[in-house]
């Protein structure tokens, strides 16, 4: 039976890269605080012209280059962000137009963190009923648009960028194979933008400063390892496997310390777990993607690998997806 699998990888990340020492120029922190409390040293923050669709597609394109496929031959493209190019029409439009993949239908979703492994496994689904398509999930976010930079809980946390895969299938055991997929909106103000109950702009307070990211980070902290570590539990269980069986784990990089439970409820050795939080902070949906690219290009997944993604977010949302790869 075919299953849909990763062809290709990419990643395009803005040029300038902030660091915590100029973060303690701008609110009351220290570098000693950021590290300890969330192993992030640097971020990458978009500047002039480096559009959240613009990185999209720089993904996208070196993801098509890595699969040795050209934009045309693209069916489909999804992308996954909290922090669209515009509310209409869609990022994935502009990425379409961008890359000139003019065969391809084109949508965003929102899933917070989440999104890209909700966007993966989507397209397997597709790709289970249509094994001749080519699908392109991105995770691309310019998080520092959303950011209020007065408030230290959470402007030292998220980075911009952006990650990308090339979906095909392949009918001789690799590719997908198992997903758990959660959400529990009754908890969505641990973690949201601000804004107005209504959205009729007559009707919006005159203070507002606009949409930016609030946080009970603490809560958040709790929720995302009991349910990362949950989820995996779960997909392993049902896939008759165990962390012994798994060669990689994928996990959304938001905290170092959030990683560092997970990995110890797990029992995962450290080889086992992929970290780059260091260098580019939470950068939401596009983190995953941004990791899985950093693991192809260094030769950490080889043919025939189990590589487990898991994931947490806003919503909350949270997600744990298995392949071979
Ligand atoms: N620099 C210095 N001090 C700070 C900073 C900062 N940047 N931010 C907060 N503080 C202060 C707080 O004001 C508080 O001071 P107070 O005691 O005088 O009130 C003190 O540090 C302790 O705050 P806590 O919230 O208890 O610190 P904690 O150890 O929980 O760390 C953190 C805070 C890093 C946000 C942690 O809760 C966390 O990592 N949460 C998860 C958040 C996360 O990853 N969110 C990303 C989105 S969701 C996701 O992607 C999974």
Not at 64 to 77: K, P, Q, R, S, Y
Not at 113 to 137: H, N, R, W
Not at 267 to 276: A, G, H, I, T
Not at 309 to 317: I, P, S
């Amino acid at each position: 039976m075919c299953k849909a699998v990763i062809l290709g990888t990419g990643s395009c990340l803005p040029e300038r890269t902030l660091t915590n020492a100029e973060l303690e120029q701008m609110v009351e922190t220290s570098d000693q605080w950021i590290t300890s409390r969330t192993g992030i040293k640097t971020r990458r923050i978009s500047g002039a012209g480096e559009y959240n669709y613009r990185l999209a597609a720089g993904a996208g394109r070196k993801a098509l280059d890595n699969a040795g496929l050209t934009a045309a031959e693209l069916d489909m493209i999804i992308v996954a962000t909290l922090s669209p190019q515009k509310i209409m029409p869609s990022t994935a439009c502009f990425v379409q137009a961008e890359l000139g993949a003019d065969n391809a239908f084109a949508y965003d979703i929102n899933a917070a963190c989440t999104g890209f492994t909700y966007g993966l496994d989507l397209a397997s689904k597709y790709i289970a009923s249509q094994p001749e398509m080519k699908v392109l999930v991105i995770g691309s976010e310019t998080l520092s648009t959303r950011v209020d930079w007065e408030d230290r809980n959470t402007c030292v946390l998220f980075g911009d960028g952006a990650g990308a895969a090339v979906l095909g299938s392949r009918d001789d055991g690799r590719g997908i194979f198992g997903s758990k997929l959660r959400s529990d909106g009754r908890l969505w103000n641990l973690l949201h933008m601000d804004g107005p109950e209504s959205q009729n702009p007559a009707l919006q307070p005159e203070d507002w400063q606009g949409a930016l990211i609030r946080m009970n980070g603490s809560d958040i902290f709790k929720h995302a390892v009991r349910a990362m570590s949950g989820v995996v539990n779960d997909l392993l269980e049902q896939q008759g496997l165990s962390v012994a069986d798994v060669d990689l784990i994928i996990p959304h990089q938001a905290n170092i310390r959030i990683l560092r439970k997970l990995q110890s409820r797990l029992d995962v050795p450290d080889e086992k777990l992929f970290v780059n939080v260091d260098k580019y902070g939470n950068t939401s949906a596009a983190s995953i993607p941004i990791a899985l690219d950093e693991a192809n290009q260094q030769g950490r997944i080889k043919e025939n690998d189990v590589v487990l993604l898991c994931t947490f977010g806003a919503g909350l949302t949270w997600a744990s997806l298995l392949m071979r790869w």
